[in-house]
């Protein structure tokens, strides 16, 4: 079955500083990996996709995440903190990219990013 | 465009009633699917319905059931409500279905507390 942990429960960082939130996954075959934010009270919002080409996909809000197979690692990232992305952040794998029906998001368990002015 | 709208938006209810859930997909998506978060973590997988049949069901017990209307709106229904209910409901929406690499789209989701 496929699984995704986020090993860091928080991550800290200032306004202005380069930030990471790390994602891992277990998948058989190739893994269509997914981010998402989730603000208080709100639902999950979109941030970007891995399906297929590039390594380095860039998504919403100068969000980009690297992919990386040997590390089986799917880290988020953004040059430049701001305040406002202060949220909770889920990492996401779908379930089984071959079946026919059923696009079953696996979540990773979730990572509070705190930025600091 | 009208992303998915989920209603009602808080809800309470006591142990043993029936809860239903409502869940309006974004104009065009056919596939709806829910998903469970209780405080703390990720969404579990409930439900997946795409042109009005079941599509996906995670492992969640009889007592959850939905269904899919022509519209493509969606209803998850809970009976015999148990303490351990208490969770976020969160409804998503996507475009095609077969093979689908297109991301879910979220509602902001129902919070659903029992007492």
């Known amino acids: 079955a496929q699984s995704v942990a986020q090993p860091e429960d928080q991550v800290n960082v200032a306004e202005g500083n380069p930030l990471t939130v790390k994602c891992t996954y277990s998948?058989?075959?190739?893994?269509?990996l997914f981010w998402y934010v989730q603000y208080p009270n709100r639902g999950l919002q979109f941030l970007l996709k891995?399906?297929?080409?590039?390594?380095l996909v860039k998504g919403s809000y100068g969000f980009e995440a690297e992919f990386n197979k040997s590390q089986t690692s799917f880290h988020l990232k953004k040059p430049s903190a701001l305040v406002s992305d202060s949220a909770l952040y889920f990492c996401a794998v779908r379930d089984n990219p071959r079946a026919e029906y059923g696009n079953k998001l696996v979540f990773g368990a979730g990572t509070i990013l705190r930025v600091k002015s | 465009d009208a992303g998915v709208t989920q209603s009602p938006t808080h809800l309470i209810k006591t142990r043993g009633q029936h809860v239903t859930l409502r869940c309006s997909p974004i104009?065009?998506?056919?596939?709806v699917s829910w998903y469970q978060q209780v405080l703390g973590q990720g969404p579990q997988f409930i439900f997946q319905y795409y042109e009005k049949e079941e599509r996906g069901r995670g492992n969640f017990p009889d007592r959850f059931s939905a269904r899919q209307f022509p519209n493509y709106s969606s209803e998850l229904n809970v009976n015999a409500l148990l303490l351990g209910d208490s969770a976020l409901y969160l409804c998503a929406s996507s475009p095609v279905e077969i093979r689908s690499n297109q991301p879910q789209h979220f509602g902001d989701g129902t919070r659903l507390s029992i007492l």
């Open positions: 998948v058989s075959g190739n893994p269509y």
């Open positions: 104009s065009g998506h056919k596939s």
């Open positions: 891995y399906i297929t080409g590039d390594n």
